[in-house]
């Protein structure tokens, strides 16, 4: 598969699939989850943070979306990933939770979909030049917001 970035907000991509998904005519195979890292600040932030910030640890939230044709016909794959910081934490505080949780598309709007357009990386995988034709029709779509009987 070859992986092409897609220049069109996040933001929109998943608003169109909300919409398709209220009006019955969502044709697509959809997972989301949400993840939790937990990294060690870099040093240049600590020292803005003062001596007291040593223990503390940076808590990243992972959003992950997949759109893929039903059965996985047309070659293609639609992911948005997001990393949101949650901040920072101590060890002693409440560990973020291990693994991915899968959650609903309006659990991903409300978790992941920011109004900063480049806080999420959109990105395509195609088979082949049939796959990436197939998602330009979908995209074509999603640009125009076209919804049902539209497309």
């Given at each position: 598969m070859e992986t092409y970035p897609v220049d069109l907000d996040a933001s929109q991509i998943v608003r169109w699939l909300i919409e398709e998904q209220r009006r019955g005519t969502l044709q697509f195979?959809?997972?989301a989850t949400r993840s939790y890292?937990?990294?060690a600040f870099?040093?240049?932030d600590l020292d803005q943070m003062?001596?007291?910030a040593a223990d503390l640890n940076d808590v990243l939230a992972i959003g992950a979306l997949?759109?893929?044709p039903p059965n996985g016909k047309n070659g293609w794959l639609l992911r948005i990933r997001v990393e949101d910081r949650v901040g920072p934490r101590l060890p002693e505080d409440e560990d973020a939770p291990d693994g991915e949780e899968e959650i609903d598309l309006q659990a991903f709007e409300a978790d992941f979909i920011k109004p900063d357009p480049d806080a999420a990386e959109v990105s395509l995988e195609a088979e082949n030049a049939h796959g990436k034709a197939s998602f330009t029709k979908l995209f074509n779509h999603m640009l125009r917001n076209e919804h049902g009987a539209k497309r």
């Open positions: 195979s959809i997972t890292v937990v990294e870099e040093r240049a003062g001596e007291d997949e759109v893929r």
